[in-house]
């Protein structure tokens, strides 16, 4: 026997089948004295308030919960982990997020699918594949699931097993009495109960009734459970009052009788003791589990449902009856014939409990445990007979880019600059210094998302920002706009300036759109009188990068002199600090700092000028002694930046992840030492969690990033520069990965 086994999977208060599941099954092993813990997943919809059963919560969609929760797994020592598995549970795209729990756990996994998919996409497949991998059996609750595992993913036979889905012992109740309690007494009952949703198809029932009321009058329908908490976040509950309209419509008000709540299991038999017959419409056939079909075999009562894999299976042996999807006449005459026929309703359903008795819960507990033990050998130890994850796949999948927050932060203007939460602050306006990051990064993404034609448009609303900017007077881009549209100032400062410079550049040399293209091209060579302006470090280094993306793709002679200007420019600004100890050009260093390095190290690659690379090499191996502690980066603080006295740990901005990520990218394609991705890993994990507070700053539901870290904890308003920072960093370390080979992204 197992001396402590944790479950994960979803559980109540948590509303839905998988919870219920979950708690049955850990009741079972507690019935038979076995010790169980539970890891439950959150959805992000509610704050649930857990029995002490639960000794772990995972969130859905932040991956660093999944890789805490298998170390936590480690450090109290579970013999084993049961795992519930059902795609929409899990974050990530199907699912893919339990994938990295799964790879650091050394322990047993037994998997029990509560989906098995016949035509997966390439991407299911792949994810239910890693889940055969990784766990030691998978559990089919149909002997169908078992056949799909084997022809559709080409699981082995011998991982793969077949346990029925539990069902209660239920005590005799006071039908009369339970009928009493609802107005139903003396009428016969049909029930459908579980969570509502389209495809549940219980338009079918309410229609088939016009025909059933004809024979029998007093008949009653009832139809217990609440909308589902997810059909009501999208959909509200539209398909409930549909519902309740076609009753009316039908005249069928006296024969319809909606219970609108989540009843606990208790309430839930006392319904299916009280009814007659049991009605499972549901539309898709292509289900392998069905925990009210198997609880109502167990209460004994006669089930006639649609031909889903699982019905099939069960009901089969004359232990129910079936008809056809969406076919409310053929389930009017399959009723009928029930109503009519009280011999043939108990014989059915007798069959049914004949099957349902041998699944009690504790029963289903044993065999979990049995399956669990059969992985220990006699020494307590691990078998190892299937394959375990290598250390080299123990890596933290990216999430995917997404533009959700970039949108909301977006109208027609351009990008607002700040955000309290995740909802756009409009009392501070516009700023260039955004935009320009802005139209920056969705250039980048150009050949990365799916939704190209949004991208365009996104983009063609920073450009137009840009140009809308720029002063012709003053012969500079403006900075700052209020949100009713004027202008705050008549020029920006070298910093915004700069910025732009470095965007317009990067879009002439490398947008795909020959029109935005020449746009771009005329902005930017617009604006060469600024560039001999510039005369700040940062600046200049924002320039730089902009003059060197333009000539690495057009290689303009006036271009490169103006880049060996102003390379040169920033070259000197480290003329009599380099060899110090505090070799930084100013007694403070503050932000953006790694720009300055990347831009120097950038430009030395492409003049083939050693001197200029290896100032920028030595500039950036001092930020990252200064920023880099106990393996994970953290960057100077604002809270009075960094001095040769102290330096200040909070607050963390996400451009300083961004800058070093980008810095150190640069240094490595420019050296080859490894050392150098390394720390732009290292930079990037900050967003991650990796970091002084231990906190994931980026937020996966909005695909934008929070505002840095604070003495306290996340800044968690979603600004344009955060959540630019965040995109473009994952961007260009997901481009590294692909390009180097060293992950699958």
């Not at 329908?221 to 908490?229: E, K, L, N, Q």
């Amino acid at each position: 026997m197992m001396n402590k086994i944790a479950l994960i999977g979803n559980y109540p208060p948590r509303k839905c089948g998988i919870a219920t599941f979950t708690k049955d099954l850990n009741d079972g092993f507690k019935t038979n004295g076995i010790s169980t813990a539970v890891v439950a997943m959150n959805d992000g919809l509610n704050q649930y308030n857990y029995p002490s059963d639960v000794v772990f919560e995972i969130e859905q969609n932040d991956l660093a919960s999944y890789i805490n929760a298998a170390e936590f797994l480690h450090t109290n020592k579970f013999d084993a982990v049961i795992l519930q598995h059902e795609f929409g549970i899990f974050g990530g795209q199907d699912g893919k997020h339990i994938i990295q729990l799964l790879k650091r756990l050394r322990m047993p996994v037994i998997t029990t699918m509560h989906t098995i998919l016949d035509n997966p996409s390439d991407n299911q497949r792949h994810v239910v594949n890693e889940l055969a991998r990784l766990s030691n059996k998978i559990v089919s609750i149909s002997a169908k699931g078992v056949d799909l595992l084997s022809d559709v993913y080409g699981v082995v036979a011998e991982k793969s097993t077949h346990i029925h889905h539990g069902v209660h012992e239920i005590a005799n109740q006071d039908v009369e009495g339970l009928k009493k309690k609802l107005g139903v007494e003396n009428k016969q009952v049909l029930l459908s109960f579980g969570l509502l949703s389209k495809n549940k198809s219980i338009e079918v029932v309410i229609n088939a009734l016009t025909e059933v009321v004809k024979k029998h009058p007093d008949i009653v329908y009832i139809i217990v459970g609440a909308t589902h908490p997810h059909v009501i976040k999208h959909e509200g509950e539209d398909y409930r009052h549909s519902l309740i309209r076609l009753v009316k419509k039908l005249g069928l008000e006296k024969n319809v009788l909606f219970i609108n709540r989540f009843v606990s299991n208790d309430e839930l038999f006392s319904y299916l003791k009280m009814c007659d017959i049991y009605v499972i419409p549901y539309l898709g056939e292509k289900q392998i589990s069905s925990g009210t079909l198997i609880y109502t075999m167990g209460a004994a009562k006669p089930i006639i449902s649609t031909p889903f894999w699982y019905a099939k299976e069960m009901l089969a042996d004359n232990r129910g009856m079936l008809f056809d999807f969406k076919n409310s006449e053929q389930l009017s005459g399959k009723i009928n014939l029930l109503l009519d026929d009280e011999d043939l309703r108990n014989s059915i359903a007798q069959n049914a409990f004949d099957l349902a008795k041998e699944c009690y819960w504790p029963e289903i507990g044993i065999k979990y445990n049995e399956l669990a033990a059969e992985l220990i050998n006699d020494e307590g130890v691990y078998k190892t007979e299937y394959e375990l994850a290598d250390e080299s796949e123990l890596k933290f999948e990216y999430p995917p880019i997404k533009l959700n927050h970039l949108q909301t932060m977006t109208d027609n203007t351009g990008m607002l600059q700040h955000a309290r939460y995740s909802i756009p602050d409009r009392s501070h306006g516009y700023c260039t210094d955004d935009n320009a990051r802005a139209l920056l990064l969705s250039v980048m993404l150009q050949d990365d998302v799916q939704d190209v034609d949004e991208l365009n448009r996104l983009s063609s609303i920073y450009l137009s920002y840009i140009d809308f900017a720029w002063n012709p007077v003053k012969g500079r881009f403006r900075n700052f706009m209020s949100y009713s549209r004027d202008w705050l100032d008549e020029e920006g400062t070298e910093d915004s300036n700069g910025r732009a410079i470095w965007a317009l550049g990067y879009a002439a040399a490398n947008s795909n759109r020959s029109n935005f293209y020449l746009h771009s091209n005329s902005l930017f060579r617009m604006s060469f009188p600024v560039v001999k302006s510039i005369s700040h470090p940062r600046a200049l280094a924002y320039s730089m990068l902009g003059l060197t993306y333009y000539v690495k793709t057009h290689g303009d002679a006036e271009v490169i002199e103006l880049l060996k200007e102003k390379a040169y420019q920033l070259y000197g600004f480290f003329a009599k600090t380099i060899d110090n100890e505090w070799l930084w050009h100013d007694e403070k260093v503050t932000y953006g700092n790694s720009r300055i390095p990347q831009a120097l190290i950038f430009a030395g690659w492409y003049l083939k000028d050693d001197k200029l690379a290896e100032r920028g090499l030595k500039i950036l191996n001092w930020l990252i002694d200064k920023q880099f502690a106990n393996d994970i980066f953290s960057p100077v603080g604002n809270d009075g930046w960094l001095t040769p006295q102290h330096k200040a740990q909070f607050d963390q901005q996400p451009l300083e992840a961004s800058g070093m990520v980008d810095a150190c990218l640069q240094a490595e394609s420019y050296t080859k030492e490894e050392k150098y991705s390394s720390y732009a890993l290292k930079a990037f994990n900050w967003f991650t969690g990796d970091n002084d507070t231990g906190e994931v700053v980026y937020d996966f539901a909005t695909g934008g990033s929070r505002d840095g870290l604070m003495s306290g904890g996340v800044n968690m308003n979603q600004g344009a520069e955060s959540t630019i920072s965040w995109l473009m960093s994952l961007f260009n370390i997901s481009l590294y990965l692909r390009e180097t080979k060293k992950v699958s992204l």
